[in-house]
């Protein structure tokens, strides 16, 4: 890997994972049409499902901003809050994204759904691997650099969770204490 490459990768800097998001949330969302049967899922606004409070508590650092991104409308929506800081070592950035998962059969076929589409789109090395404890069905996507993903799904909802390590505690362990706050605002249907 260059040093450049290896620069933009390091430790700190989540730039990437939204973008990762992103891509997987476009492909998922073209792969099907209305189903008429589908959960009902009220549009959510993601900076107010994980406050800036909430991050700042998380990561332990404070000053983010938070900028958030609606799409869509109806059925067809995403809301995105993306969280930039910075602290001793530099930039620190962590984002939440969430949207309807359209799956009239629950968040274990969403799961399954979402995880063979991204293992044909991006091939196998980026399947889930599950993480037990976390709202209906949840997983965790290792891109093997600094950017990693956690996946989460909760009744007719699907949230993408990004953050970077601390020093105390990895990505997964800080998602997931995030993931905790935002799922403690996901409405119980």
């Known amino acids: 890997m260059s040093a450049s490459v290896q620069a933009f990768a390091g430790r700190r800097h989540s730039t990437l994972a939204p973008i990762f998001g992103l891509a997987a949330i476009a492909l998922i969302t073209a792969c099907g049409g209305e189903d008429p049967g589908m959960q009902d899922a009220a549009a959510l606004d993601a900076c107010s499902i994980l406050p800036v409070q909430d991050v700042t508590a998380v990561l332990g650092v404070g000053g983010f901003q938070a900028e958030a991104d609606q799409r869509g409308d109806d059925d067809f929506w ?28 629950g968040a274990e076929q969403a ?23 976390l ?6 996507q290792d891109f093997g650099t600094s950017v990693g993903q956690l996946t989460v799904f909760q009744g007719p909802y699907q949230l993408i969770i990004t953050a970077p390590e601390t020093a105390d505690h990895d990505q997964l362990h800080n998602c997931r204490a995030l993931a905790e706050r935002a799922l403690a605002r996901i409405p119980s249907g």
Not at 90 to 100: D, E, K, Q, T
Request: proline share 5%; glycine share 12%.
């Open 78 to 105: 995403t809301s995105s809050c993306r969280y930039e800081g910075e602290d001793a070592d530099g930039p620190i950035a962590a984002s939440l994204m969430v949207r309807p998962h359209h799956s009239e059969s």
């Open 111 to 133: 799961y399954a759904d979402y995880d063979n589409a991204l293992a044909s789109q991006l091939g196998e090395g980026v399947r889930l691997s599950p993480v037990e404890g």
């Open 135 to 140: 709202g209906q069905k949840a997983g965790w």
